[in-house]
């Protein structure tokens, strides 16, 4: 004869319960999301938060206790475009990074410049091999001539790049280092094509229209009374110039050109 069983039913739940207990989940991850986000675009947060997520950007990003003086020609800008990137990279919607000067203006409207940027498959840094400043320095840790680039510091980049510049600390050193020769900045970023072996993801190319209109340490600049429409026509189609020769402005699409003058603009008005 088979017992009958003793077990005692379950109690239904109130009416309501699933409901609550599904919200309370949802506000719990929301709160926790919401910390997360908080730590990583507060400026103020403790280094220590971000090294499992964002290293190694919080090295970089550690706040300096003095002002940092920056001089043309000198290392010290590199550093100062490294932080600005590592401090855009914390914001993690950021998807491409240009540097461009204050002399810069637009040579095509913000929607077509961002469209073109979100759908290039690759970074723009002027990059063109050159024996210029290349020294025996360099050649003792291991930089060769085929390897030394020369270009413009005005670049765009994708992220991936931009957090490869950012964590790059080997070479930095060498060219921070006591070699005696002025202008790395021109020669740091582009010979990292080659060093790091971006290939193809990088272009070898700026996309800031530039004017060598004779050998020099500057390029062209124009004021008030050089801007016409030919002259702005001119850049944008790149005046023919598709190399890097004289008066060369680099082939491809250009969507800025640097060198207006703001201040002698305003006297010549």
């Not at 702005?232 to 250009?254: D, I, K, S, V």
């Amino acid at each position: 004869m088979a017992s009958s069983s003793t077990a005692k039913p379950m109690e239904a739940l109130p009416s309501g319960s699933g409901s609550i207990l599904s919200n309370v989940v949802t506000v719990l991850l929301l709160l926790s999301l919401g910390f997360v986000f908080g730590m990583v675009y507060n400026a103020n947060f403790q280094e220590s938060y971000l090294t499992p997520f964002l290293q190694p950007l919080p090295s970089l990003l550690r706040p300096s206790p003095t002002p940092v003086n920056t001089s043309w020609g000198n290392m010290n800008l590199v550093d100062a475009e490294r932080r600005l990137l590592g401090t855009a990279l914390l914001d993690l919607g950021n998807a491409r990074f240009a540097l461009l000067s204050e002399t810069c203006i637009p040579l095509l409207s913000f929607p077509a410049a961002y469209a073109f940027l979100i759908g290039a498959n690759a970074s723009f840094i002027d990059s063109f091999p050159t024996r210029a400043r290349h020294a025996p320095f360099f050649l003792r840790r291991n930089i060769s001539r085929a390897q030394w680039r020369k270009g413009s510091q005005w670049f765009e980049m994708d992220r991936e790049l931009a957090i490869d510049v950012v964590a790059e600390e080997r070479y930095m050193a060498v060219f921070r280092g006591d070699h005696g020769i002025a202008n790395m900045l021109e020669h740091y970023m582009p010979t990292l094509v080659t060093l790091l072996g971006w290939g193809v993801r990088a272009a070898n190319r700026t996309l800031t229209y530039t004017d060598w209109p004779r050998p020099g340490p500057h390029p062209a600049s124009y004021d008030v009374r050089d801007v016409t429409p030919e002259l702005l026509g001119g850049m944008r189609r790149g005046n023919g110039e598709c190399g890097y020769g004289a008066g060369g402005a680099g082939g491809g699409a250009l969507l800025v050109a640097g060198g207006f003058l703001r201040g002698r603009a305003r006297q010549a008005a």
